[in-house]
Structures are given as C-alpha cells and as structure tokens.
C-alpha cells in the first residue's frame, strides 16, 4: 500500500459522509452499510500509515543491498522477548528505487554475527540475500541468510 491507497481511501471516504450526513433518504441497512465501508477505509489507513512514515517492514530484505545501518535486539527469556533485527538497507537490484528503507527480520544467533561483523568494517558493505527458509528463531517465519562483501570503490580516472 501506497500513498496512492491512502489518497483513494481518502478520496472514497469523503463522499460517503457526506452522503451519510445530508440525511439522504435511504433504508437503514445501506447506511449501516456504508459506515462498514468507511470503517474498512480506516482499516486501510491504519494499515498504510506505518509504512509511509518509515517504521521497519517485514517483508524479505531485497536481493542485492547496501547495509547503511543495524539495530539488534537480542532475545531475552526473562522479558519472554523472542528478538529482532532492524537494517536500514538501499536497494541495490535493477528495479530498486534507490531509497533508504527499514526491515524488521527474526533474530537469529548467526544473522547477528554476520551484521556485527559486517558493521564492523570500516568500508559500505553489500549484502547479498542467498537463501530464505522456515527459521527456528520464530515458528513460521523466514531466517534469512546474508553474504556480505566491501562495496566496490569507484575511484575517479586519473586526469591526463
């Protein structure tokens, strides 16, 4: 979902208040219907809202990426917190747009160190997603698993 969704959530919403608000002359059960209508918008907008405003996403992390930066939050079994990973990542893939976005992953003990050990290093790393599978960090959920090597440098051409 889009701005796109949220300007037509929107853009539908209006008009069916109106219409409910000008006490039109319609049966009960059709403006009981459209306020299930403009509820299912709100629905809509509270599920967009998020993903415009930058929080992370679950969705699988894009195959070739550049790690800008991690937070990792390990599990712990006193709080009953089973842990995640946030990466905010460039898409590097042909139809990438190029912009900085946040992913939330499952916490798994060897994506901790591969992010560690690649943000350890002092020059941009790129990730290369290789394989996805069903984890044991969470029922049910992907693990992802990441190869990191250095971005390569583009340096100027020497001048003549």
């Given amino acids: ?3 796109l969704a949220l300007t037509i959530a929107y853009v539908i919403l209006i008009p069916l208040l109106l219409l409910l608000s000008l006490q039109a002359p319609y049966y009960w059960y059709t403006k009981a219907g459209l306020i299930l209508l403009c509820s299912a918008f709100y629905i809509v907008v509270w599920h967009t809202l998020p993903q415009l405003e930058g929080w992370p996403i679950d969705q699988p992390l894009p195959e070739e990426f550049q790690l800008l930066s991690q ?3 390990q599990p712990d ?3 009953d917190t089973r842990g995640v990973i946030h990466m905010w990542v460039i898409d ?3 139809e990438g747009d190029q912009t ?3 992913y939330r992953l499952p916490y ?3 994506l901790h160190q591969q992010i560690i050990e690649a943000a350890s290093n002092a020059q941009p790393q790129k990730g290369k997603r290789t394989k996805q599978q069903v984890g044991n960090s ?3 959920t992907p693990s992802t698993q990441i190869d990191f090597q250095p971005m390569p440098i583009h340096r100027l051409p020497p001048k003549n």
């Fill in 108 to 110: 798994t003990e060897q």
């Fill in 71 to 73: 937070h990792i939050v």
């Fill in 138 to 140: 969470i029922p049910g």
């Fill in 77 to 79: 079994k006193r709080k």
């Fill in 100 to 102: 900085p976005r946040a």
């Fill in 92 to 94: 590097l893939t042909e």
């Fill in 1 to 3: 979902m889009t701005v």
